[in-house]
């Protein structure tokens, strides 16, 4: 198992920027991968950005360019930075663990932190 705990959500002006954390309560050297989501109200949960456990990076359409997903094994924690906020990116933002054994496939998830972006 693994928890993880967010950090980093706030309230910030349209352009502006946050960096989520999510520190994990293990090793995530060994993760398969690691990602971000966001649900905003009234919305499903979608994903934001993914880094696998080789650092590859995927992210959303409506981030590339202005999110940046990287992870420091050191510290058993991912971060998402965050540039060029849009109103739109409001939402709670979720990590999610993508733990993979022989023949099976567990996620986990944060708490959340909420980011809120004003116009």
């Known amino acids: 198992q693994v928890q993880l705990v967010e950090s980093g959500g706030g309230l910030v002006q349209a352009g502006g920027s946050l960096r989520l954390a999510c520190a994990a309560s293990?090793?995530?050297?060994?993760?398969?991968?690691m990602g971000w989501y966001r649900q905003a109200p009234g919305k499903e949960r979608e994903l934001v950005a993914l880094?696998?456990?080789?650092?590859?990076?995927m992210y959303a359409d409506f981030v590339k360019g202005r999110f940046s997903i990287f992870r420091d094994n050191a510290k058993n924690t991912v971060y998402l930075q965050m540039n060029n906020l849009k109103p739109d990116d409001t939402a709670v933002y979720y990590c999610?663990?993508?733990?993979?054994?022989?023949?099976?496939?567990?996620?986990?998830w944060g708490q959340g932190t909420q980011v809120t972006v004003s116009s």
């Open positions: 880094i696998s456990s080789g650092g590859s990076r």
């Open positions: 999610n663990a993508d733990v993979r054994t022989v023949g099976q496939r567990d996620d986990y």
């Open positions: 293990r090793s995530i050297f060994s993760i398969n991968a």
